[in-house]
């Protein structure tokens, strides 16, 4: 399982600290390791229909440790990758199963192979799929389908036999009460007569009622025996599967490089979801890292790739690097990384520490600023990062109210609108709600999509991805309305420059807008979490337009980007 560098990469100095897997520019030893994978999945023409449908790849960049390595040995093996104290080289794998398979030559295998044959998950899982047979073959069964349509069918016409029969009732009242009244000098004869004739028809009614419920039960009864064994099969369906996951998750038992092992259930009690999502221990890089601890491997470095066409609700390009999954990663991750020396998240870095936040307009009760890119709109989880609100709270400490109108995200550059009063500020939400305010943006697409001047309209509805915080997805059932105008202004070989119109406010809207395959199909420059990273995610908020919450007056503000 464990590869060797093709090329030379002696010359390529080793990492310092592992990869910090949520956030990372790929080592270029994983870049190497990633071309000779996607060298090799593309000899594999057997594989080619369900790569195109996509998968995540990962390569762990390794040193196999040597005894009595020494420098003199690294000079005559360059093409080996020999360091001192061991040689470098990688493993490969892939999320999930491929080709219906969890072991193939060359990728590393999973932590728990599920689909072996013998194996207890395979065998309860035949058990479970002959239970949802049995229960298909109860609902589809000619003699259920024929007990239903009858009891629909009697209960309809008993309904309707009922309603006659109450409406006949109704009608011989009133011509008894007509009769009354057109006879004032009535006869005890004749009115015991009209008596007799009233209690006989109300008896007679009860009957046909009683009669038809009799019936009714009889055919409810031969439904609701179907019904119960059905839902009894499904109580067992429900009982088996969720013992299988948790007999399953404890066959998980993820390694650290300090020897620790967890299972699954014990790692996910700690989180909030309390158990392990379905595909959990399953992702590329948990299986590299379990391989390499059980065979004493020591990892340097990681990588995933995307292979294939884009999911249908998730943005994946071919070939791109993308950063551990959040929901069944991180939980596994942070148990599987301890022992080794990990690189810092880099969003936690101050960058802008010595940068002097930008006054683009200001009066005596709101101010926009130019926010750069890298800094916080407002402090996230960790209370002591620097952001526009710290920054505006500590110069305006008389402010009151929230203060922050409105969000960009931390990688977007560009103008933010501050209220200083909690009044100013109600007034300029209300003005969001209803749209008022108009804003544009500038971005850099990474590609050439259309020719100048082009006009259009996107509209794709998003939420969270809660499997992969921050990630927003497209989903046309939960997803909340989010629509983007955008222009073409210029096109060079590789970027073309755009202009974004928003007229909804949802987190990452331009950002999925311009990368999802439904939207233009072409991430912004340096968009890490949608696309390629670069020097900076190439979007500024450049243009706002709203009404003075006190003198009402229309103010338009204008910043250009330095890009």
Known sequence: MIHFFKKPVSHIALPEKFTYPFLYTPHPLCVLAAEEVKEYITSRKEWQDELTLGKMFGVLVIMQETEGATKKDTDKDTEKGTEEGGRIGYLAAFSGNLAGKNLHTYFVP???DLLQPQGFFKIEEEQI????????????????LESKEKWKIETEQAQAELNHAKAELKAAKEDREARRRSSPGISEEEQATL???SQYQKAEYKRKEKAWKKRLEELEAEVSRFKSEIESLKAERKERSAALQQKLFGQFRMLNAKGEAKDLCTIFEQTVRKVP?????????PKLLQYAYLHQLKPLAMAEFWWG??????IRHHGYYYPSCKGKCEPILQHMLQGLEVDENPLLDNVHKDTELETVFEDEWLVLVNKPAGMLSVPGKAEDMDSVYHRLKKKYPDATGPMIVHRLDMATSGLLLVAKTK?????????????????RYIALLDGVIAETGKTGKISLPLCLNPLDRPRQMVNEEYGKEAVTEYQIITNSRSCTRIAFYPLTGRTHQ???HAAHPKGLNCPILGDELYGKKADRLYLHAEYIEFRHPVYGDIICIHKEPEF
Do not use: M, T, W
């Open 110 to 112: 999973p932590v728990y």
């Open 129 to 144: 799929s002959a239970i949802n047979i049995r229960i298909n073959e109860l609902e589809n069964s000619a003699s259920c």
């Open 195 to 197: 008596i007799r004739e």
């Open 277 to 285: 999502p379905a595909g959990a221990g399953e992702c590329a890089l």
């Open 309 to 314: 066409d884009s999911p249908k609700n998730e």
């Open 423 to 439: 009044e100013v500020h109600q007034h300029l939400q209300a003005q969001f709600e209803n749209r008022s305010i108009k804003k």
């Open 510 to 512: 331009l950002r999925v």
